[in-house]
């Protein structure tokens, strides 16, 4: 405040000084003078307390910016149009408009340069400067993205290198520069700016263009032979996993880009604040990032349930270590044990209800049928009969596009679960709902780690049939779009996520092969093994009867209910309970298809000769 004491006085008499040496001989008239002194000591007490008013005493003035120099302009136009007016009315003179005018511009000058010296100093001399990296960087991308990935190497004091040049498509930003760094050319011309600057790393700039993009770009730039990062994806960021700033390898995630999914907060908080929230696979891959994400909006309790202890226990001490205040309690249960069910389900008496508990292994699920239609069928039955005796408001179940049109033990079982839940929608006041969508990138049963463990070991990567395609999504991004369907639930409904386009499995185990530094059929061989039973080349999100319908969420789906025969789907479960570990694989496959006509024949084959 001293210093800016100072400088206002001195502004003002800069401003009169000029006013006159420029329109007179230098002399301030004795008038004015008088003015001057007279107004000293209360314009000065009127720009300070506009100065603190509009913060520029609370602020860390080395790391100033753009909104920093804002705030200096809006408050010393203030206080300049303060003062002139005080002037107006207790003076012998007023100001001359030209010097009004001078002292809004010298007090704006000397009050913004006495603070953003202190960013410049910080800058380079404060920061103790270290010769740095000697690689030279080509930045892809010359928007926000690239301006903040150069910053960032800059922040570092350029020991992860230094930016020579930006790549960009643009037309328009070709010979231009940002922060004094050239673009150098568009995609095209990557090769040639790699040989002619000698680039030793390259970094990927451009966080939300589409993987298809994203995938040509790597493509090019991995045939330079130099080392290629890039900047974090959408699904990181939303996730929490990373800083905006951290500049990491590429991921396969990558190629798969997505646009970012947006969680309508004020409905998701709605009906999960203050409730009560049951999770059962809550030590799986979804169920586990399920947890994570409800926490985001404060329910009274979590209720974690799993089968598995290890998952459970893990999931468990990550919430209280990184939530202590949540009200977190885990229950090792087995969904097929009715009587545990409806004992915990009446200990908790939930408000909302996510199953992700579930065999979803289809070749293991070949091999254990009865398995499979005790834990997906009869398990969701069991949860689904205890929600509707405590009177759960919103109960969803999480499914699979393999549940349409199944050719496999898994996708059957988990089209009958569907069908358990919209049964008990129409005799229940609980709202149940089922969300299905594709494979998951991280999950346990993704083909990613597989794939990652045979190019640890040298290959080969085996992929069961080169024209095999599946969806994927990113876990967070599936979790949070099941807990958006939810909030959507008006009972009854089958929510499809939208899954953008399919993804080839061989161009995926091409990429991952790439990714990891080798060239595939020459460094990593890539065998074909001949699909597995239960499995086909494409999965479907409908079946022919279902339909769909938009909502407001532009990245969910609802279909349209079919017929179920309840009858039926009673006797199974009861067929269930009374003989489940004691079925036949043709007794299993026989009621699966009896129940669900579009189950194909040709599945029943392959399990029969396997």
């Not at 043709?586 to 599945?603: M, N, S, W, Y």
Request: aromatic letters at 8%; a neutral charge; charged letters at 20%.
């Amino acid at each position: 405040m001293a210093i800016d004491a100072v400088l206002v006085n001195l502004a003002a008499f800069l401003s009169f000084y000029i006013r006159f040496a420029v329109d007179g001989d230098g002399t301030i008239p004795e008038e004015y003078l008088l003015t001057l002194t007279h107004s000293a000591w209360t314009a000065t007490l009127i720009y300070l307390a506009v100065f603190y008013v509009f913060g520029l005493y609370n602020k860390l003035w080395q790391y100033a910016s753009i909104g920093e120099l804002l705030s200096i302009i809006f408050a010393v136009t203030v206080a300049t149009a303060g003062t002139v007016t005080m002037v107006y009315f207790i003076a012998p003179m007023r100001f001359p408009h030209t010097v009004s005018a001078l002292m809004w511009f010298s007090t704006l000058f000397l009050i913004g340069g006495s603070r953003f010296i202190w960013r410049i100093l910080q800058d380079n001399i404060f920061t103790p400067h270290v010769p740095g990296s000697q690689n030279q960087v080509l930045i892809i991308g010359a928007g926000d993205a690239g301006v903040m990935a150069a910053r960032e190497l800059k922040n570092k004091n350029y020991r992860e290198g230094r930016p020579v040049g930006y790549i960009d498509d643009a037309a328009t930003k070709q010979r231009l520069q940002l922060m004094g760094i050239p673009v150098l050319g568009t995609r095209k011309d990557i090769p040639r700016v790699v040989k002619n600057h000698n680039i030793d790393k390259i970094i990927i700039a451009m966080p939300s263009v589409s993987g298809e993009i994203i995938r040509e770009i790597v493509g090019i730039c991995e045939k330079t032979g130099v080392d290629l990062k890039i900047m974090p994806g959408v699904f990181d960021v939303v996730s929490g996993k990373v800083d905006t700033t951290e500049i990491r390898q590429v991921q396969v995630e990558d190629l798969l880009g997505r646009e970012p999914v947006t969680v309508d907060l004020e409905d998701v908080a709605g009906y999960l604040t203050g409730e009560v929230v049951l999770i059962t696979g809550g030590g799986g891959s979804i169920g586990s990032e399920l947890c994570r994400q409800v926490t985001r909006f404060n329910p009274a309790k979590l209720v974690i349930v799993g089968h598995g202890e290890n998952s459970v226990f893990d999931i468990e001490q990550e919430l209280r270590s990184e939530n202590p205040s949540l009200d977190v309690v885990t229950e090792i249960l087995d969904i097929k044990d009715q009587e545990k069910v409806h004992i915990v389900f009446q200990r908790y008496k939930p408000g909302v209800v996510f199953h992700a508990a579930a065999h979803k292994h289809v070749p293991l699920m070949e091999k254990n049928p009865e398995e499979a239609l005790k834990n997906n069928v009869m398990g969701t039955s069991n949860l689904a009969e205890a929600a509707d005796a405590v009177k759960v408001k919103t109960f969803v179940l999480i499914s699979t596009d393999k549940a349409v049109n199944p050719t496999s033990i898994m996708g059957a079982t988990k089209r009958v679960a569907e069908m358990v839940i919209q049964s008990m929608d129409r005799r229940s006041d609980t709202k149940y709902v089922a969300v299905r969508f594709g494979n998951v990138l991280g999950s346990r049963g993704s083909v990613i780690p597989t794939f990652k463990r045979q190019i640890a070991k040298g290959g080969p990567v085996t992929v069961t049939h080169p024209d095999m395609v599946r969806y994927f999504m990113t876990i967070p991004e599936a979790s949070q779009l099941v807990i958006q369907a939810g909030s959507m639930a008006q009972g009854g409904e089958i929510f499809i996520l939208d899954m953008g386009q399919p993804v080839k499995i061989l161009d995926l185990a091409r990429d991952l092969i790439r990714l990891s530094g080798f060239e595939p059929e020459v460094d990593i061989k890539i065998k074909f093994t001949g699909m597995r039973p239960g499995e086909k080349l494409f999965e479907e999100l409908l079946t022919a009867e279902e339909g769909t319908s938009a909502t407001k969420h532009k990245r969910i789906f609802v279909a349209k209910p079919n017929n179920i025969n309840v009858s039926q789907l009673e006797e199974l479960i009861h067929l269930i309970r009374e003989r489940g570990s004691y079925l036949t694989r043709e007794e299993v496959i026989g009621q699966l298809q009896a129940i669900v006509p579009t189950f194909k024949k040709q599945a029943s084959k392959a399990v029969a000769n396997q």
